[in-house]
């Protein structure tokens, strides 16, 4: 009896003693333990994070730009739901969310560039807890940390400097990338170090200038000591280093300076910051050209049928374009001739089950080719209303990712901009692309009339197509035949049909 009435009694007291805890009434002789329960609680170390990072939104996406936020801090955000858009290097996605819960803090604002994947742009918290007191993560950040700063050294220790390496008695030699920095500061490149080969003033010495603040800041030479300071005439060594001469070819020795709001001197220029999708452009081209070994071939197709049809159509209310007949064509003639259909990869040829034409479409941030998927089963008319669909959103720039990689063949047209003809470069891995001029009228000598009176003159409808194929896939022989298959289905668009 009298242990159980103890450890009524220790039970009453532990209780008062956490409920004055709960109410801050601090006693210093509370227990510790109390004490650190009650700082490890959540409503003192903030609700749990849920990371959301930069995802890869294409297989060549290495880095996107953060066009748009599409939820507000302290929204409620559930699965599938629209975060924020994203500038890959095709297009501009939107990023949908993959967990139910609250965005709390948004990391990288609106704007932000070149954020490399896997970084954290934004953390939420689940439902029912508190976004105002959620933790942040430390950024994932592809800069290496800085190093810390090297310890004092005594004040009786004087820092020895190495000496500097004597500049060369010739003209200034100076690094593009040192060039460029001490253009566009303004700085004079006499007052710059070289530490490079032969008296080069490198791209470190011009930063190391930058460095020192004011001190180089000035572009003035240096000039002698008034004379006030010194009456004697000054050593020769003193003097501000004279001009060099022009070299014999008379290029500058370093461009000059430009001033905003002035016409720019000759050898002066502005860097424009390129986009996501142009820097994969250039890349993409760059390993077009110098990988694929490009063969090319011409033909010109009769384009009268065609035209024929097309008035035809339009009396009905069914409005197609010529470009619509030539894919539909090379869609047709690559069901035709499945070797032609076929893509390079590391181990050889891959022969492809599906026809998908890409075809390419000019937008203010570049070049983009949506694919019209399965493109010989279907009409011309479905063709038309694919195409305008897909040219539409990539002008927008809304395209998705699976509407613009997996094409088996492309078409470019520039007849529209008055070109007669031209040469693509291939779109890889693909192996063949199909260039389209414009059309014109051309007179030419016919075997017979057509009232059996012998040769006669009469004027055609004529459009030259360059096929740019894969020499590795596509030998000229082959790609002779294909195009002669597709004038064949050109100029007798009741061929396609039946194919």
Known sequence: MAASLWLGRRAVLTGLRIIKIKECHWSPHGGRGSFRQLFQSPSFLGAAPMKVQMPALSPTMEEGNIVKWLKKEGEAVAAGDALCEIETDKAVV????????????????????NVRLGTLIAVMVEEGEDWKQVEIPSLVSSQPAPSPPPAAAP??????????????AGPLRLSPAARHILDTHGLDPHLATATGPRGLITKEDALNLLKKGDAAHCVAPVSAPPAALAPAAPAPTLAAPAPSAAPASGRPLYPPISVPGKPGAPGTFTEVPASNVRRVIAQRLTQSKTTIPHAYASVDCDLGAVLQLRKELAQEEIKVSVNDFIIKAAAVTLKEMPEVNVTWSGDGPQALDSIHISIAVATDRGL?????????????????????????????????????????????????????????????????????????????LTPEGQDGSGPSLRTRQLMTVTLSSDGRLVDDELASRFLDRFRANLEKPQRMALA
């Open 94 to 113: 939107t990023m949908e969310s993959n967990d139910d819960g609250v965005l709390a803090k948004i990391l990288m604002e609106e704007g932000s560039k």
């Open 155 to 168: 004040p009786s220790a004087a820092p020895v400097a190495p000496p500097p390496r004597a500049a060369p």
């Open 368 to 444: 983009i080719t949506p694919i019209i998927k399965d493109a010989a089963n279907k009409g011309v008319q479905e063709i038309a209303a694919n195409a305008k669909a897909l040219a539409q959103k990539a002008r927008a720039g809304k395209l998705l990712p699976e509407e613009y990689q997996g094409g088996s063949f492309s078409v470019s047209n520039l007849g529209m901009f008055g070109i007669s003809g031209f040469s693509a470069v291939i779109n890889p891995p693909q192996s063949c692309i199909l260039a389209v001029g414009r059309s014109r009228d051309e007179l030419t």
